[in-house]
């Protein structure tokens, strides 16, 4: 298995451009979901799925769009970028939702983005 | 809205030496999961130890331990034999499910570092 996926690695956008990073997983898993990382913020969750065809904001949902077409594929999507969305994207499966198991989310190797 | 909270933004330890690392969360959820998560310098998110909400014992893995202490909103990462590859950024999550969502919040992190 290649685990959670995410094209591309590096990004460089001017304001206004718009762009899809991609996240795919072969896992099989039904929950997915984006955060993004700034200095001294940690992680903050942007936008989760619970399945295909279902999405939800997170805490930091303004300016980024998701859709879940498939189990394998979570992208998402900056519509107009903004000099304030350079973060270090990551994309994170786990099997379900439920905090009972050991449900282990599963991170991507994440994807620098720098917007000019 | 849950919240976790790493009061020690850096942490150093002697080599072979056992170092904790603080986290208290604040929840309103009675079923929840805790999560600690290693960052290394390359940036990858790479998943430590697991602790149940209603789990009576402590989890370990291996050289890691979760003190959990409940009433005080705990979990605290303790780990033992420090080595140089543990100098890395650590992050604590709380995560919850209901009524269909299903969110893991992380702290700002903490950063340790393995002295010689």
């Known amino acids: 298995n290649a685990g959670v996926t995410q094209t591309p690695k590096f990004q460089v956008l001017k304001t206004g451009q718009s762009m899809t990073l991609q996240c795919a997983q072969d896992?099989?898993?039904?929950?997915m979901s984006w955060y993004r990382q700034d200095p001294g913020m940690g992680l903050r969750l942007i936008h989760y799925?619970?399945?295909?065809?279902?999405?939800d904001q997170g805490e930091v949902p303004n300016g980024y769009n998701v859709s879940r077409s498939t189990t394998e594929d979570f992208p998402l999507r900056l519509l107009s970028a903004a000099p304030s969305q350079t973060s270090v994207y990551f994309c994170?499966?786990?099997?379900?939702?439920?905090?009972?198991?050991?449900?282990?989310?599963?991170f991507g190797p994440g994807t620098r983005l720098l917007v000019l | 809205a849950q919240k976790i909270t790493q009061t020690q933004p850096g942490m150093f330890v002697q080599e072979k030496e056992a170092v904790t690392l603080d986290c208290t969360y604040d929840?309103?959820?009675?079923?929840?999961?805790l999560f600690w998560y290693k960052q290394p310098s390359s940036g990858e998110m790479i998943f430590l130890i697991y602790?149940?909400?209603?789990?009576?014992q402590n989890a370990t893995e291996g050289r890691y331990s979760l003190n959990f202490q409940k009433a005080r909103k705990s979990a605290n990462l303790v780990i033992s034999a420090s080595q140089l590859g543990d100098s890395a950024m650590y992050f604590c999550?709380?995560?919850?499910?209901?009524?269909?969502?299903?969110?893991?919040?992380f702290g700002k992190g903490t950063k340790l570092s393995v002295i010689p």
């Open positions: 929840t309103s959820d009675p079923s929840y999961g």
């Open positions: 994170a499966s786990s099997y379900s939702g439920l905090p009972r198991s050991q449900e282990t989310q599963y």
């Open positions: 799925s619970v399945g295909a065809g279902i999405t």
């Open positions: 999550g709380v995560s919850n499910s209901g009524a269909g969502s299903y969110q893991l919040t």
């Open positions: 896992m099989n898993h039904e929950y």
């Open positions: 602790q149940g909400s209603y789990d009576q």
